[in-house]
């Protein structure tokens, strides 16, 4: 069967006459959905609030110095990959206060949580296990993460922070407080110190992870 123009737009025209109420209904729901996305963007960019943000930052202390590293940073859904897991996570992230910069989740969903962040640490540092694997030299130690989310002191940006830490360091902090490359590093310290006692009482709240490199 050819069709010719004119009956195209005939079938096109007959279409948009009875479906004309859905359509424009989907429509105004799309630009109140992006209306609202450029609402929320601008909000979350004047607060320095980014929840929907993942980042694994390696805490250390060198030479009488914390140092605080970017190991990775990715889009909440692209870690922990199902979307109620993500809403939670985030609305979790919300809650913390500067005395309690962990994210308060149930306790049985902690393992989940974390395993999700030692996934994406795996894939980063997978060639030491290989390497280690083949007999090759390699260096290895057990770290720890956890959730948190700092609210406290001079923190500049609000997301999730998967803290990773020597499980040895958090273990034995020094009872002094290190030098800071910046002002606002005074926090994580602080932070740290919290961790320390936390583990202590809910090592749930934490997971083990054996790096190689």
Known sequence: MH????????????????????LATA??????????????ARAEWRKREFYNRVNISLNAIREGTLRIRTIAERHCSDVFLNSVATAFVMNAARQTTPDNPLIALPEHDYWFYLNAVLNELSEKFGEGQIRRDMGLPVTA??????????????????KIRAMLIQKELLEKLPESEPKFESPSH?????????????????PYKFRAVELCV
């Open 186 to 202: 005074a926090t994580r310290w602080v932070t740290l110190k919290y961790l320390a006692k936390e583990f202590q009482v809910n």
């Open 3 to 22: 069709w010719n123009f004119h009956q195209v737009l005939d079938v096109a025209t007959d279409y948009l006459h009875d479906h004309w109420t859905k």
């Open 141 to 158: 130690a057990t770290y720890l993460i956890c959730l948190t989310s700092e609210s406290a002191g001079e923190v500049r940006t609000r």
């Open 27 to 40: 429509g105004l729901f799309m630009a109140i959905g992006w209306l609202f996305g450029k609402r929320r």
